[in-house]
């Protein structure tokens, strides 16, 4: 064992001989032991041949040959889809960082162009040293993608019309039978990916991708549901993780089945303290609103009781503004899409508006709906053909009814929000048998940096302390601020954390935290 100064000494040599550009860092002479676990079905697959052609604005693009079924690694096969940015140091390039920005769903490929350059994510320092990589997972978008409607038009008006979260029991019926109609359309058109697309498989994928750019082991940085993929990975091939930076964490194995003997029988979100997370989230919104005084639309008075007011005020009738109806579901909604805090002085607008608005009793046409209403490529088909392969949830739409009342009692406005938000996976047809639940727990080469906000919406600190504790080595480090991941929060602090670590793969002082850079409504 080391002591805790001489820790201190080696962090700082590595420190200074990644300043100094001598390469790649070698192991210390008492390198971690690792679980010797390698998944054997990615073993037996070839590693694919990576042909990179210039796809425009410094970035390379190539496609990723993987099976389509692991246990039949030779036979049909599927393309992925790749992208690169390419360090901009090469002389003192580490080698690849690997990059999973949630979901599931999203595009690999398309966020990477658009956030590269972020420099409160990928600060130049981070970018000199590695090239950035990302792809779309299986099943989405350019890579074997899950379609579950005839043309994109048939899928723009389908989801345009899809009901939003039931407000009450009156509601759930056509929620119930719509959620069973999309997972039934995915069976019967989306073809044989529904099997194969769990996140198991999405990390031999991504150790496929690993061998065909030359490394030996893994630099990664997972945000949102990229952080389960990290954790998947790390316990499918302990061994050969390099750094890993999990960043907005989800709990692993609350995420798969839940805890204790009637942990599946939650809803996927509510067992995950979701509603919480978003009441404990907009409380903190409406704190920093108060604080920021005039910078807030929504600050003058007391901001938590013209909240109520105006939602309670809905329930009864849609509030108009400027001609719209905005009913309660809307409303709520709106005041819980918290993941962006650059969104927050806007949502305040809103809500000031809202509050002084009138409302109307006369029957309006109105279409409450959970999805984006741009046109979402496939990352709706995709999250569910992902996340219901994943998850255990209860298939009882009794459950779902009982735990909505429950949690709209435990948790006004935002309880049911997390009860509903999965209910499609109550009807899902296809299983990927390759799923992991388990264990957690393998002992990686290296030990796992997680970065949590204080008040996450869609990943609530608690369920990054619970993921972390599942993991072998796992340290976290709270930002101190509201918002999902630092993608969303920027935080120069957190950042230099994650550089620092990625580049060294040693981690902060234990019980480090870190500010954000500014107030939502600075």
Not at 92 to 110: A, E, K, Q, W, Y
Not at 203 to 214: E, I, N, T, Y
Not at 295 to 314: H, M, S, T, Y
Not at 338 to 354: I, M, V, W
Request: charged content about 20%.
């Amino acid at each position: 064992m080391y002591s805790r100064s001489a820790r201190r000494r080696r962090s700082w040599i590595c420190v200074i001989a990644v300043l100094l550009g001598l390469g790649t860092l070698t192991a210390p002479a008492t390198a971690h032991a690792a679980d010797p676990y390698v998944d054997p079905l990615a073993e037996a697959a070839s590693t694919p041949e990576l042909r990179w052609t210039d796809c425009e604005d410094g970035f390379s693009c190539a496609w990723a040959q993987v099976p389509l079924d692991y246990h039949r690694p030779h036979d049909e096969q599927i393309q992925l889809a790749v992208i690169k940015l390419p360090a901009t140091d090469p002389a003192r390039r580490i080698g690849t960082l690997f990059v999973n920005f949630g979901g599931p769903g999203p595009s690999g490929v398309d966020r990477l162009r658009e956030r590269a350059r972020w420099p409160w994510l990928f600060s130049e320092e981070l970018r000199a040293r590695f090239d950035l990589v990302s792809w779309d997972p299986r099943s989405v978008s350019r890579s074997a993608p899950a379609s579950c409607f005839g043309s994109a038009e048939e899928q723009q008006a389908y989801l345009a019309t899809f009901p939003g979260t039931p407000s009450g029991p009156a509601e759930e019926p056509e929620f119930f039978a719509r959620s069973a109609d999309i997972a039934a359309r995915c069976a019967a058109s989306a073809g044989p990916i529904l099997s194969h697309a769990s996140t198991t498989n999405t990390a031999r994928d991504l150790d496929l991708l690993r061998r065909a750019v030359g490394d030996a082991a893994l630099s990664y940085h997972g945000i949102s549901y990229g952080t389960y993929l990290g954790a998947v990975y790390a316990n499918l091939f302990p061994g050969r993780v390099r750094a890993m930076a999990l960043d907005g964490s989800l709990d692993f194995a609350g995420n798969a089945t839940g805890h204790g003997a009637d942990g599946a029988n939650l809803p996927l979100d509510t067992r995950q303290g979701v509603a919480d997370a978003l009441a404990e989230t907009f409380d903190a919104f409406l704190r920093e609103c108060s604080t920021a005084g005039p910078a807030c639309a929504f600050a003058a008075g007391d901001p938590k009781l013209k909240w109520i007011a105006l939602v309670e005020r809905a329930r009864l009738a849609p509030i108009v503004v400027d001609g719209t109806p905005w009913t309660y579901g809307q409303i709520v909604a709106a005041a819980g899409s918290l993941s962006r805090p650059g969104t927050y002085a806007d949502l305040a607008t809103l809500l000031q508006q809202l509050f002084d608005a009138g409302t109307t009793f006369t029957p309006a046409v109105t279409h409450d709906t959970i999805f984006d209403k741009e046109h979402p490529g496939n990352r709706v088909e995709a999250f569910y053909t992902i996340q219901c392969a994943d998850s255990t949830v209860p298939t009882d739409p009794a459950v779902y009814h009982r735990a909505g009342a429950i949690e709209d009692l435990r948790v006004p406005y935002f309880g049911r929000t997390a009860v509903f938000n999965a209910t499609p996976c109550a009807f899902w047809q296809a299983t990927d048998p390759d799923r992991y639940t388990g264990p957690w727990n393998r002992d990686t080469a290296a030990p796992i940096l997680i970065l949590n906000s204080r008040f996450d919406p869609a990943t609530p600190l608690r369920g990054a302390l619970a993921g972390a504790a599942q993991l072998a080595r796992a340290q976290v480090v709270v930002v101190e601020g509201i918002g999902h991941s630092s993608m969303y929060v920027p935080s120069t602090c957190a950042e230099h954390v994650k550089r620092d670590y990625l580049l060294t793969g040693q981690l902060p002082p234990e019980g480090m935290s870190c500010g954000i850079d500014r107030s939502p409504f600075s």
